[in-house]
């Protein structure tokens, strides 16, 4: 076998270590309890994914069901178990182990497998470090069983691992000294992320000050005769009657709704977006239509529209009727709005910059086509993203599991509308501001990144018996212990 997790060879492990199968140092292995209620029996934390962050239990908030006593003699978690995340969305946290402690009594969701082993010559966390390792990460991947979005691995799967099993007290100085390196790595870490935070609430401030007018404060008292916005709006209003192509009559739109909003410089004005764009949904998914002139194209689904850009890493395609393609194609400037799924998505959006030839949207996705070139759409989408967060949380819908926008209420979102003449003012300043941003945010990125290179240099040079001093570690180890293991 290639694979470095299996390569059971003497000669890749310090002297006095053994390759095992992880089944072979495990006592007890067993699935979590499947959820359900029951109104006789003893109330008990039931652990569930939620329950973890960062590797650790978090106490403050568990769900409780009351268990029997046979169930929780069968569920019940002891200090120094290991939980495996058994299934999840996620391929990285799936195979995951998770060393348990705490104060309180716990049994475990069916999310989990419940691995104890044996004391005398495993010590735990050791192995949870172990399975955290580049190698045996890549190893559950390949056997990771994914259907419907989820990803399982098996008790299996987990148990048929090789393992390097060093003397257990030199699995414990190992350990320690991982926790040590570790715990000066999470400092770093943890102060980069602070200042990720901090350039992301840097980033969101500069985009409310320009839509609110405080970037551009000097240059209107430089430019105190431009025309007044009311103008543009003039003139907008006079395109979007030309180009009417709503049904019936020709609807004037009405007036937003101002009472919550903040204040704007003198020469702005506030305008509905449906007055400065036409709005427009999307292609429904349909493996039933039928059409002579379908055709495939790609197309954007809520994924791709994220705020503040678009990520076209994965375009799906679609087969569409020419009318539809036609209608639906997407032009440069063409601003999206999400209609929902999570409530973090509702209105999220940027602007489509014809990254391909030819693309439409999916209904879950909404566009707005300006209908002046003298209105610039970063403007737009920037106020979507900064203030229109609060507003389509405000009045989107909300069921059991999903939030949705709909496009009565995307119509009256009330926009900022700046002079012509500054708004191009407007956009420079913010793309200067959001380059240095985006630069920092880069290198904090990267040394993240290093920083995860540098955790899994750390467990390598762990398992191969290179982190600790091996000699002061077997001098107090039992040296019994080989003999006994090799019997097994």
Not at 170 to 197: G, H, M, P, T
Not at 295 to 315: F, H, K
Not at 376 to 390: D, E, I, R, T, Y
Not at 444 to 460: D, F, G, H, P, Y
């Amino acid at each position: 076998m290639t694979d470095a997790v299996l390569d059971q060879r003497a000669d890749t492990l310090p002297s006095g270590w053994l390759w095992k199968p992880f089944g072979e140092l495990v006592t007890h292995s067993q699935n979590g309890i499947s959820k359900r209620r029951s109104t006789t029996g003893t109330p008990t934390p039931v652990l569930r994914l939620a329950d973890i962050r960062e590797g650790e239990i978090v106490e403050s908030s568990p769900r409780e069901i009351r268990l029997c006593d046979e169930e929780l003699s069968k569920y019940a978690l002891r200090d120094g178990d290991l939980l495996c995340v058994r299934v999840n969305g996620s391929r990285t946290l799936t195979g995951r182990l998770v060393y348990f402690r705490s104060r309180k009594l716990w049994a475990y969701c069916d999310h989990f497998i419940r691995f104890r082993l044996e004391s005398e010559i495993a010590e735990s966390k050791y192995f949870a470090h172990y399975f955290n390792t580049e190698a045996v990460r890549s190893y559950l991947g390949k056997h990771m069983v994914s259907t419907a979005g989820q990803n399982t691995v098996s008790q299996g799967i987990m148990l048929g691992v090789a393992v390097p099993l060093a003397p257990v007290n030199q699995q414990r100085a190992i350990v320690e000294e991982i926790e040590k390196q570790f715990s000066r790595l999470d400092e770093a870490v943890a102060n980069l992320k602070r200042v990720k935070a901090n350039l992301k609430r840097y980033k969101a401030s500069v985009l409310k000050a320009a839509v609110e007018g405080k970037l551009t404060e000097d240059w209107r008292k430089q430019h105190p005769n431009v025309e007044p916005a009311g103008k543009l709006l003039e003139r907008i209003l006079a395109e979007r009657r030309k180009k009417w192509a709503g049904r019936g009559r020709y609807h004037q739109p009405g007036e937003p709704e101002t009472s919550h909003l903040p204040e704007l410089p003198g020469n702005w004005i506030w305008a509905r977006l449906d007055a400065i764009t036409s709005l427009k949904g999307g292609i429904t998914v349909d493996k039933n239509r039928k059409s002579s002139t379908a055709r495939t194209v790609p197309y954007l689904r809520v994924a791709n529209v994220q705020r503040g850009y678009l990520d076209l890493s994965e375009i799906k395609t679609i087969e569409a009727p020419d009318d539809d393609i036609k209608d639906l194609r997407l032009i440069p400037g063409d601003i999206l709005f999400n209609e929902g799924g999570d409530r973090d998505k509702l209105g999220r959006g940027w602007v489509w910059e014809g990254q391909l030839p030819e693309c439409i949207h999916q209904n879950h996705v909404f566009r707005a086509r300006l209908y002046s070139a003298e209105v610039l759409p970063k403007l737009v989408s920037w106020w979507g993203n900064s203030f229109g967060q609060a507003y389509f949380l405000r009045e989107g819908k909300q069921t059991t599991n999903l939030a949705s926008l709909n496009l009565t209420k995307l119509s009256e979102f009330p926009i900022p509308l700046p002079p012509a003449a500054e708004q191009q003012q407007i956009v420079d300043e913010v793309e200067r501001s959001l380059s240095v941003i985006d630069e920092l945010e880069a290198t904090v990125q990267a040394n993240l990144t290093r920083a995860e290179r540098l955790r899994q240099s750390i467990l390598k040079c762990a398992f191969s018996g290179d982190l600790v001093d091996r000699n002061k570690a077997v001098a107090n180890s039992d040296h019994q212990l080989v003999p006994m293991i090799q019997q097994r």
